[in-house]
């Protein structure tokens, strides 16, 4: 079993709609970074968390450290959003080391 | 900002080959990671430099590979002799400093196919 899970692995939406992913992780954890990565291969770095919520823009992220789950929102869906989107995690006590989940592959149709 | 600066882009090679994939960080940060990306396992880290000496080498796969960053704007990875097994894109990403809520910036990274 993978140390971070991601839900759904792939997802279609339509423009407009409100979209979750989930990522959920096994280990304990100084922080939890979520990421982007383009079609092109591009990665950028959307959030780092290690508590309680963050916006910017439409996109949210939130960390439950007690039941090791985040989740990304994205409100007002485009297709520029279509992405793989990453959860990645800092494990307590290994400064910088990312353990990453696999990817959730999503894509936004007019 | 030039961000992180990877080359080549592509690199098409034969087995037995060696091969070396280069960065160079953004200017006035001191860490420096390098990732391996394949359909199989994703993005694993290899190798983690801080202030130009590595700090974690764990994730690199056997002996064919070796990472080394001489100084602060250039670290270089090499793999000898490579195996189509090695066939990846590998991304470079550097960051100020080694604290937790560090942001990572990503080069646009290194597609490799061992022939």
């Known amino acids: 079993k993978n140390e971070v899970e991601q839900s759904p692995q792939n997802l279609t939406a339509q423009e407009g709609e409100f979209i979750t992913i989930n990522c959920s992780y096994s280990v304990g954890i100084s922080a939890l970074h979520w990421l982007q990565q383009h079609p092109g291969g591009g990665i950028v770095s959307l959030f780092m968390?290690?508590?309680g919520k963050k916006k910017h823009g439409r996109l949210i992220a939130t960390i439950n450290i007690q039941e090791k789950h985040s989740s990304l929102h994205i409100t007002a869906s485009h297709p520029r959003d279509s992405a793989v989107y990453i959860c990645?995690?800092?494990?307590?006590?290994?400064?910088?080391?990312?353990?990453f989940g696999t990817g959730t592959r999503l894509q936004v149709t007019l | 900002d030039a961000g992180v600066i990877q080359s080549p882009r592509h690199e098409v090679t034969e087995m037995g080959q060696e091969v070396t994939l280069r960065c160079k960080p953004i200017s006035g940060h001191n860490s420096l990671f390098w990732y391996r990306q394949t359909m199989m396992r994703g993005l694993e880290l290899l190798i983690y430099f801080n202030n130009n000496v590595p700090i974690d080498d764990s994730g690199m796969p056997e002996d064919r590979f070796s990472a080394k960053m001489p100084n602060a704007s250039f670290s270089t990875l090499k793999i000898q002799p490579s195996e189509p097994r090695d066939s990846a894109v590998y991304f470079c990403a550097s960051s100020q400093g080694l604290a937790v809520l560090n942001e990572q910036f990503f080069g646009p990274g290194t597609r490799l196919t061992v022939l």
């Open positions: 990645a995690v800092r494990r307590s006590g290994t400064a910088s080391k990312l353990t």
């Open positions: 968390l290690s508590s």
